[in-house]
C-alpha cells in the first residue's frame, strides 16, 4: 500500500531555508533541491551569497547576491573633501590598496591639470607594481586553497609578507596604505630603497618558479581546473571583463600598454594573453603577470632618480611643517588646508587604470567646490561577479567555488 | 589649470591623439541621428575629458546600438552605468561610459530625466548592463524599462528611499531584524 | 604548572582547571568581511602562526567553534546574519571584534554600516587599529586567554550566574 504523495512530503523534516522540490517517489532520481551558499560560507570570500538550484550535483539555475560589505563610500565622496577621500579608496581593493590610492590621486590631479614629478611617478609605478604583485598572489593562493593546496598558499603568503615590509618601509602601515596624496606622496622612498626592492624582485622570482613547480603541472590541480568555470571570448566582451580574466579569455588588452598613463610608455613588459578563458588559464595568466611586474619593478628601480616628489602647484601642497610650526600663516594656511579642503575646478573626468582586477575608474563630478557633485567608482569585481551565474550554469556545484576563486572577487571594491 | 589642459602623465594625450577621432564620430552621429542628439561637449572647449553626447530618452537604445555596431565607432565595452543627481527641473542624468577596445577611444552617453520617468534599459545591447542598471536604480530610482529583472541589489530589498540621492541623509539607518529570505521565483 | 613542565600543585577547584583546559583549545570561526579578513589571514598563516597559542583549528561551522572573530565591517544587511551565527555557537562562546569597522563603525558613519557590533551581540575582546597588525591581534588572543582563565567573559559569567540560580 503506497501512502500519498503529500503524506510522505510532510515527513520531510527541513531546517527553515531549505526547500524540496523533488517527487517523493523518485527521491534519487530527478531530485531538485535549492540550496543557499554564504553569505558567511568559506567559499564564498567573505560576503558574497548565491542561491542555487541543484539537480543532484549539477547548478541548474542560480541568482547571486551581494551588498553584505556596502560601506557607501560614494555616498561619503560627495561629503568628505578630496584630501580626506584618500583613506576611503584604500578600503576598495585591500588586497592592492596602493593602486587604488594613485588612480584616485590621478583622477583628481587630472581634474584639476596638476602635474607631479618624475620621481613622483616613479615611486607610484612601483606602488602600482607592488600592490599587483600582492593581489595576484593572494588571488592564486586563495583559489589553490579552495580547491585543497594549502602549500601552495603559504609559499605565497609568505612573500606577500616580505612586500609588506617593502611597503612599510614606504608608508609605515601594511594593508591600508593611504600613501598617495593629490599633487605628491606622503613622503620620499628611503634611502637604499632601491636595491632592498631588487632584491625582493629577485627572491621573488625563485618564489614564482618554485610555486609554478609545485602547482602548474599536478595532475589534481589541472583536473579540477582545465575546462571549468568557462567563459568564452564573446560572452567576456558582453559582460564588460577587463584585467586578467579578459586576457586569460583572449582578450589582447592591457590599459598600461594600450592607454598609458605615468611612465608606462618608458618600461618593457609583455602582456599575457591565453585562449580558453577556463580557471587554469587564469591562474596562467595571472601567474605570468607577477613575472612581468616583476620585470616593470626592476625596470622602475633602475630608472628612479633622485628629486622632489610634491608638485609645484600651490593649490594641493600640504604646508611645510617647519613653516607651519614657526610662521602664523603657515599655521593658518594649515588649518584651512585640512579643514576646508581645496576646490576642484569645476568639470568631469572618467580617469581609469589597469589595476590587478581589470579597469579600475573613478568618474568624478565636481561643481567648483572642495566636495565632490559625484563620486563614482567602477570596480572591476562587480562586473566579474555577475558573470558568476552564467559562467557555472550546468557545471557541478565544486566547480563553483574553483570558478569563484578565478575571477578574484573583492567584496570592498565589489560593494563599495 | 584644469581639466581643458591634460598633463600627458595623467594620460592626458587624448586630445591630440584622438581628437580628430572624435570630431569625424560626433559629426557623423549629429547626421544620423538628426534631433536626438541634443547637446554634444567636446574635451578642451568644455570641461570635460571625453565628448559628452546627450541624447533624447527615446532613441537612446538606437543610439547605443549604433555606437557598438557600426564600423568607425565600435564602442563595444560598456565601462560603465551610473547617474548623477542634478537638483534641477530634469533631475537625474544616466551616465554611460564607453571604451573602444579597437580604436581605443572613449566616449561618454548622456540622458536627462525627470524624477519618475523611466529610461529605456540597454540590457538588449549590453548583456552585462544587467546589475549596473540595477544599481542606479537602487540608489537614485530611476526605472528603466524592459529591464527584465528590476530589483534592489546593494541595499536590503526592504529598504526604503534612494540613499545617493542628494535629499537622503547620509547617517539614515534602517534596521531589519531577520536576514533577506531565499527568493524560488527567481530560480524559475 | 611550571615553566619546565612539572606539576606545582594539583589544581583544586575544577572551574579553575577546566578555564585552562578552554583556555589552550580556542576553535575560532573567522568572520571575515573585509579589509580585516586579509589581516586576519596573515595571522593564521605561516609568519605568525596563531596556532601557537592554541587557536589552531579553524571552524567554519558555528556549531563547532567557541571564539567568534568578527573581521570587518558588519552593514545593516549582514547584521541578521551574525545575530543568527552567534546565536547557533554553543556555550561557552566568545566575542573578537576585530579591527576598527566591527568595534565602532570605524571611519564609516554612513547609512549602512552598523556602529558597532556590541550594539547587537556581547564583545569580549576589541583590538584596535584598522585593521589590526598580527601583532595586536596575538596580543587581543592572549588577552583573551586571560579573561578566560579567570572566568570574566560574558559568557562564562552568564553560565555562572545561572548556575548560582
Request: charged share 25%.
Amino acid at each position: 500500500m503506497t501512502e500519498s504523495k503529500e503524506a510522505r512530503r510532510s515527513q520531510i523534516d527541513l531546517p527553515s531555508g531549505y526547500q524540496v522540490e523533488h517527487d517523493p517517489d523518485d527521491l534519487w532520481g530527478d531530485s531538485r533541491v535549492i540550496v543557499n551558499i554564504g553569505p558567511t560560507h568559506p567559499a564564498m570570500h567573505g560576503a558574497l551569497r548565491m542561491v542555487a538550484k541543484l539537480n543532484g550535483e549539477t547548478i541548474e539555475k542560480s541568482y547571486c547576491e551581494f551588498g553584505f560589505t556596502h560601506r557607501a563610500k560614494e555616498k561619503l565622496g560627495e561629503n568628505r573633501t578630496f584630501h580626506n577621500f584618500t583613506v576611503y579608496t584604500d578600503r576598495l581593493n585591500y588586497c592592492s590598496a596602493l593602486i587604488n590610492n594613485v588612480t584616485y590621486a590621478m583622477s583628481v590631479e587630472k581634474l584639476m591639470g596638476v602635474e607631479v614629478p618624475e620621481r613622483c611617478v616613479w615611486i607610484r609605478m612601483i606602488c602600482c607594481e607592488l600592490a599587483r604583485v600582492m593581489d595576484h598572489l593572494i588571488c592564486v593562493g586563495i583559489n589553490a586553497v579552495d580547491l585543497g593546496a594549502f602549500s601552495f598558499f603559504l609559499y605565497g603568503f609568505h612573500q606577500r609578507e616580505e612586500a609588506y615590509t617593502l611597503v612599510e618601509k614606504l608608508c609605515g602601515a601594511r594593508l591600508t596604505t593611504s600613501f598617495t596624496r593629490i599633487g605628491g606622496l606622503m613622503g620620499d622612498a628611503p634611502d637604499g630603497f632601491e636595491k632592498e626592492l631588487k632584491a625582493w624582485v629577485e627572491k621573488t622570482r625563485k618564489v614564482i618558479d618554485e610555486m609554478d613547480e609545485l602547482l602548474t603541472n599536478n595532475k589534481i590541480w589541472k583536473k579540477r581546473t582545465v575546462g571549468v568555470g568557462v567563459f568564452s571570448k564573446q560572452d567576456c566582451m558582453d559582460y564588460s571583463f577587463s584585467g586578467p580574466n579578459a586576457r586569460a579569455a583572449g582578450i589582447d588588452l592591457d590599459l598600461r600598454r594600450d592607454q598609458p598613463c605615468m611612465f608606462y610608455k618608458n618600461v618593457e613588459f609583455d602582456v599575457p594573453v591565453a585562449q580558453n578563458g577556463d580557471v587554469f588559464d587564469r591562474y596562467m595568466v595571472r601567474i605570468n603577470e607577477i613575472r612581468q611586474s616583476l620585470n616593470i619593478l626592476s625596470q622602475c628601480a633602475d630608472k628612479m632618480k633622485k628629486g622632489p616628489i610634491w608638485s609645484e602647484d600651490k593649490r594641493v601642497r600640504i604646508p611645510e611643517k617647519t613653516v607651519v610650526h614657526n610662521t602664523m600663516e603657515g599655521l593658518i594656511h594649515h588649518f584651512k588646508f585640512f579643514m576646508t579642503g581645496f576646490e576642484v575646478p569645476a568639470g568631469e573626468a572618467y580617469t581609469q587604470f589597469e589595476a590587478a582586477n581589470g579597469e579600475l575608474g573613478f568618474y568624478i563630478v565636481s561643481k567648483g567646490a572642495t566636495r565632490a557633485h559625484r563620486m563614482r567608482i567602477r570596480g572591476p569585481s562587480v562586473w566579474h561577479f555577475q558573470a558568476l551565474s552564467p559562467m557555472v550554469e550546468g557545471e557541478k556545484i565544486a566547480d563553483m567555488v574553483a570558478a569563484l576563486g578565478s575571477i578574484n572577487i573583492i567584496a570592498g571594491e565589489l560593494d563599495r | 589649470m584644469d581639466i581643458r589642459h591634460p598633463i600627458p602623465t595623467n594620460g592626458g594625450e587624448w586630445v591630440t591623439q584622438f581628437g580628430e577621432i572624435w570630431r569625424g564620430q560626433v559629426a557623423d552621429l549629429k547626421k544620423t541621428f538628426d534631433g536626438a542628439i541634443e547637446e554634444v561637449k567636446m574635451p578642451q572647449a568644455d570641461a570635460t575629458d571625453v565628448p559628452i553626447i546627450y541624447v533624447k530618452r527615446d532613441r537612446l537604445v538606437e543610439v547605443l546600438k549604433f555606437l557598438k555596431e557600426t564600423d568607425g565607432f565600435e564602442y563595444g565595452f560598456l565601462a560603465d552605468i551610473t547617474a548623477t543627481d542634478e537638483s534641477s527641473e530634469l533631475r537625474f542624468e544616466v551616465v554611460y561610459q564607453l571604451f573602444s577596445q579597437s580604436k581605443l577611444c572613449r566616449i561618454r552617453v548622456k540622458v536627462r530625466v525627470p524624477e519618475g520617468v523611466s529610461v529605456p534599459s540597454a540590457v538588449s545591447v549590453w548583456k552585462g548592463a544587467d546589475w549596473a542598471e540595477r544599481e542606479v536604480y537602487d540608489m537614485y530610482g530611476v526605472q528603466f524599462e524592459g529591464h527584465p529583472n528590476l530589483r534592489r541589489i546593494l541595499m536590503d530589498e526592504r529598504w526604503v528611499g534612494h540613499p545617493l540621492r542628494k535629499d537622503y541623509p547620509i547617517k539614515g539607518y534602517q534596521i531589519f531584524t531577520d536576514p533577506q529570505a531565499v527568493d524560488p521565483e527567481r530560480l524559475k | 604548572m611550571s615553566k619546565d613542565g612539572s606539576v606545582g600543585y594539583v589544581t583544586t577547584r575544577l572551574d579553575d582547571f577546566i578555564n585552562w583546559g578552554r583556555k589552550h583549545s580556542i576553535w575560532p570561526l573567522p568572520f571575515g568581511t573585509s579589509c580585516c579578513g586579509i589581516e586576519m589571514m596573515a595571522s593564521l598563516a605561516a609568519d605568525y602562526d596563531m596556532s601557537r597559542f592554541g587557536a589552531e583549528v579553524i571552524r567554519f561551522s558555528p556549531r563547532q567553534s567557541d571564539l567568534l572573530i568578527v573581521a570587518g565591517i558588519i552593514n545593516l544587511k549582514m547584521a541578521p546574519v551574525l545575530k543568527t551565527v552567534y546565536d547557533q555557537m554553543s556555550d561557552p562562546k566568545y566575542v573578537m571584534s576585530f579591527g576598527a569597522c566591527a568595534s565602532s563603525g570605524g571611519i564609516f558613519n554612513v547609512y549602512s554600516v552598523l556602529q558597532g557590533i556590541d550594539t547587537m551581540i556581547p564583545v569580549d575582546v576589541y583590538i584596535p587599529g584598522c585593521p589590526p597588525s598580527p601583532e595586536g591581534v596575538i596580543h587581543g588572543l592572549m588577552r583573551l586567554q586571560e579573561l578566560i582563565t579567570q572566568g570574566q567573559t560574558h559568557s562564562q559569567r552568564r553560565l555562572a550566574q545561572a548556575k548560582q540560580g
